[in-house]
């Protein structure tokens, strides 16, 4: 009922600040929404994280702020998962620590962002390019081979 009235419940995540709604700064509501401490972040609870969000796997668990610090203070720290978790506060997990620098805010990449299919892309057309510059340079070379002494034209 209080998820039909306000949009939103006490816990509830989301990732700012990221390129789409699989990767970002992970905030969880608690009153307002807050940051959530990356000093013992890792990949079991970045997993536990895409896993609630229906965004696949866990590509990357960053604890420094990858995807900035935000203006929302930390609100959840010292998260401790086993990854098979359902909700990121099913995690052991302490509320309303204020003794986590903001440099160390916990983020995510999950493997439904558009950030790895990006990344993909860029990837193969590097890999197509490098193959074609080196059948180029082979080319180049044999023709060298098979006629070393070719005089070169002078323009009159």
Same mark, same amino acid.
């Given at each position: 009922?209080?998820?039909? &009235?306000?949009?939103?419940?006490?816990?509830?995540?989301? *990732? /700012?600040?990221?390129? @789409?709604?699989? +990767?970002?700064?992970?905030?969880? *509501?608690?009153?307002?929404?807050?940051?959530?401490?990356?000093? +013992?972040? @890792?990949?079991d609870a970045? %997993?536990?994280?895409?896993?609630?969000?229906?965004?696949g796997r %866990?590509?990357?668990? @960053?604890?420094? /702020? &990858?995807?900035?610090?935000?203006?929302?203070?930390?609100? &959840?720290?010292?998260?401790?998962?086993?990854?098979?978790?359902?909700?990121?506060?099913?995690?052991?997990?302490?509320?309303?620590?204020?003794?986590?620098?903001?440099?160390?805010? %916990?983020?995510?990449?999950? +493997? /439904?962002?558009?950030?790895?299919i990006i $990344? %993909?892309? $860029? /990837?193969?057309?590097?890999?197509?390019?490098?193959?074609?510059?080196?059948?180029?340079?082979?080319?180049?070379?044999?023709?060298?081979?098979?006629?070393?002494?070719?005089?070169?034209?002078?323009? +009159?």
């Amino acid at each position: 009922m209080l998820r039909l &009235l306000l949009g939103f419940t006490l816990g509830e995540i989301h *990732l /700012a600040n990221g390129l @789409d709604a699989c +990767s970002g700064r992970v905030e969880i *509501l608690n009153g307002t929404w807050r940051t959530v401490c990356g000093e +013992s972040w @890792d990949i079991d609870a970045a %997993a536990v994280v895409c896993r609630e969000l229906q965004c696949g796997r %866990a590509v990357i668990a @960053d604890g420094q /702020a &990858l995807f900035g610090v935000g203006t929302n203070p930390v609100s &959840l720290s010292k998260v401790t998962c086993k990854g098979n978790e359902s909700s990121i506060t099913q995690c052991s997990h302490q509320w309303n620590e204020n003794n986590c620098p903001q440099s160390n805010v %916990a983020g995510v990449i999950c +493997s /439904a962002s558009s950030i790895i299919i990006i $990344v %993909a892309v $860029v /990837a193969v057309v590097l890999i197509i390019l490098s193959a074609l510059l080196i059948i180029y340079l082979v080319r180049k070379r044999q023709k060298q081979k098979k006629n070393p002494n070719l005089p070169f034209k002078r323009c +009159s």
